[in-house]
């Protein structure tokens, strides 16, 4: 395959592909001083080794990237040359723009088909493996030169096509990302991470599925394993932590109960007030007026 | 029919458990709360988590087994790890999350202390070893780093004084969980001053001491209702995890020790005197007036075998540690005792008894070329077993051990209890219940129920199931390999230091 470099705004090729600012296949014969000096990422980037040995820092971690590895670089990370040049070999470089955010609208725009859902699965899958390089994943390369195959072609399907493609190697690279965290051996170590996704976002109102996801399993395999290890289902470990910090809240005054019922992710003040009530005895009124004797709220 | 409940507050979990007046168990539930880790020498638990935690778990056991099984609870007795710090303002509020036994950010102030005249006397009153873990080393600590929320704190209280509180009013303390905080004085059962001194407090701004039958009062209203429980349910304070498990593991009269290897692990005699240890290796806690349980802790126990099965089992599938493990238990039963002169030092997490050397780091020794992966989990099983071996040996250079009972979940697996009947030269029973401290909790209740006249003959009816005899060809290999294990273990405190300073570094 000859190198290409396809830029947004400058080549034609990407005009019905706003979102891809970049799209190229890089072969270095020479090393060049300078060449790759670390810069921060605007963008989702996705760097494929097709030849060589390229030694790189990606969010202050080093790395050496052989043929067949991945590597991405969320936006805001840091990517350069370990010695700020980029070595002898061929890769692809592929950017995409990508919001990360708390919001639950989706991160991608709507060139994406993958459902706001999913598109926060990847989202949060990617930042808590917190893993910028994937090795051996022999689907990359395939999927990469399909997408330069079709964006050359001008075929009937074009557009759907390689936004599909596109959507398949989110999907290809988050998945990837999952199994090779060695987590998959460590319940408790990643059941952990999912304490802290939770604790990040608890107005967020989490599914089964969204928690499965972070561990590689289906729901069924997930509750089992939840059951096993808390004593809990996934959503009644939810509530338990939902309360614990909503009993923190009412134990400082000046916080309104609608305020902290939405923000520990219940639908509203009725529906914490009643939960609340079934399990502690105490209405959160109650509670508050006996945690904080002097307060007058 | 009436029943005894038991609320245990572990490291990682609460567990439940339900008896009936004769001692047989009538269900068992638990549920994890997590352990954060900020810092690399931060261990710290959210207290709101494990009160609403325990709760939820014991609300959900009364409603779905208690009470449509027609049983009546007259007592809920509990039980608590040892040596959490947790800070309360003036309103009882939380000042942060409570700091749990394994945190060791203060591990300058341990080794200062336990240097000097003072940390000997402080030792020979309260007990407790000076060690990070020490209450005493953690309040030194926030005095000196975190002054603010020291200034504000009105009272420094334990994870269970803290539960006790929420649920009936006092703030109280156990003598049992009070020995082990490093600021009470074991022979007079009252605040130590020295200790007060040294940490820079006065003795109002901590719990209430109280005998481990007593009851800190009634249960609050709103939890009768939530969990359907009669106003006469008795509510009592209890003892410490490493204290019920002795007593629970039948251990009364001298002559008997226990040993119990979950995830860390611990050797244990109880007896009338203190075992006065004059290089403060050993701790000398209060079940009861006039009755110490000595011993030694160790960091290593079961969580290094799940170590090595994470890293090196083999996984048929995600996240199966169980069958991971039972594989490799296998292949362990395959190499003969002694893994053909593999030796392995467990001191992954650092050492407490018997050398204290929180920079111990973990050793494989005496690797040959015949070494197969097989002898590697052998070994790691053995050297586990070794440690806990010294840790009874230096008990034995003050009290005569006939027998031995093991629990937790390494220690009874058969082939682990094997090994040590086999290093210790000693007969060993394994626990018909399995959650030995659950059983202390029982027994305490009913004896003080008057079921039993005293904790003495409460001990006395745990029924022991299985028993091993040593098998003496093994022991004498074990013995061989034993003398080059403890050599090894102090041997290599120099490098250990300037290794875990590198890594601490990295």
Known sequence: ???????????????????????????????????????????????????????????????????????????????????????????????????????????????????????????????VNNMAVLFQVKEAIEMLQQIHAELMAYELGRVTRVNHLLD?????????????????????????????????????????????????????????????????????????????????????????????????????????????????????????????????? | MECIVTVELGTNAVRVMAFDLQGNVLGTTKATYPTFHTEPDYSEQDPEQIFITMLYVLKNF????????????????????????????????????????????????????????????????????????????????????????????????????????????????????????????????????????????????????????????KLRNEFQVSLGLPNSVKILVGSSDGCLATLGGGVWEEGKAIITIEESGAVRIIGREVVADPEQRLFNYLLAENCYVSGGPTNNGGIIFEWYAKQFGDFRTAFDVEHTMQRLINDAAEVPAGADGLIFLPYLLGERAPIWNANARGTFFGINIKHEKKHFVRAVMEGIAYEIYSIGKTLQEHRTINSLTVNGSFASIPICAKILSDIFRLPVSIGRNPDSIAQGAFLLSATELGIYKSLDEAARTVVLATTYQPNTQHSKVYQKYFRVFERLSTKLTAEFEELSNLQREA
């Open chain 1, 168 to 297: 398949s190697l989110l999907i290809m690279i988050a998945r990837q990302s999952t199994r090779q965290a060695d987590s998959r051996r460590d319940f408790p170590r990643t059941f952990m991470k999912l304490e802290q996704a939770l604790r990040n976002n608890l107005a967020h109102q989490w599914t089964v599925e969204e928690m499965a996801t972070l561990f590689g399993l289906g729901t069924t395999s997930f509750t089992e394993r939840v059951k096993h290890y808390t004593g809990f289902s996934p959503l009644n470990y939810l509530i338990n932590i939902r309360i614990s910090e909503a009993i923190k809240l009412l134990k400082q005054p000046n916080v309104n109960f609608t305020d902290i019922a939405l923000d520990t992710g219940f639908y509203s003040s009725q529906h914490f007030s009643t939960t609340f009530k079934k399990l502690t005895g105490y209405t959160p009124g109650e509670f508050r007026k006996r945690s904080v004797p002097n307060d007058t709220n």
């Open chain 2, 62 to 217: 009364l409603t779905e087994k208690i009470h449509p099984g027609g049983y009546r609870v007259i007592s809920i007795c509990f039980c608590a790890t040892m040596h959490s710090v947790l800070m309360v303002d003036k309103n009882g509020v939380p000042l942060g999350n409570a700091i749990i036994w394994a945190d060791n950010r203060g591990r300058e102030e341990a080794q200062e202390l336990k240097g000097s005249a003072m940390g000997k006397s402080l030792y020979e009153s309260t007990g407790t070893p000076i060690h990070p873990m020490s209450s005493l080393v953690k309040m030194a600590w926030l005095k000196q780093h975190d002054r603010e929320r020291f200034k504000k704190t009105n009272k420094f209280l334990s994870i269970k004084s803290y539960v006790l509180q929420q649920l009936t009013n006092g703030y109280v303390i156990d003598y049992s969980l009070a020995s082990a905080t490093g600021l009470f004085n074991i022979h007079t059962l009252k605040w130590e001053q020295a200790a007060l001194d040294f940490a820079g407090i006065d003795a109002n701004r901590l719990p209430e001491l109280v005998p481990v039958f007593h009851t800190p009062g």
């Open chain 1, 1 to 127: 395959m000859n190198q290409f470099s396809l830029q947004q705004g400058v080549t034609i090729e990407l005009e019905q592909f706003p979102h891809i600012r970049e799209f190229a296949l890089q072969k270095n014969a020479t090393i060049q001083l300078n060449s790759f000096i670390p810069y921060t990422a605007e963008y989702l980037q996705i760097f494929c080794v097709t030849d060589g040995k390229f030694e790189w820092a990606i969010d202050q971690r080093e790395y050496v990237l052989f043929p067949g590895d991945v590597a991405f670089v969320l936006p805001g990370q840091r990517i350069g040359g370990s010695k700020g040049f980029l070595d002898i070999g061929a890769i692809f470089r592929l950017q995409i723009e990508m919001k990360f955010s708390e919001s639950t609208d989706s991160s991608l725009g709507s060139w994406s088909t993958l459902s706001p859902a999913d598109q926060q699965s990847i989202e949060r899958q990617l930042l």
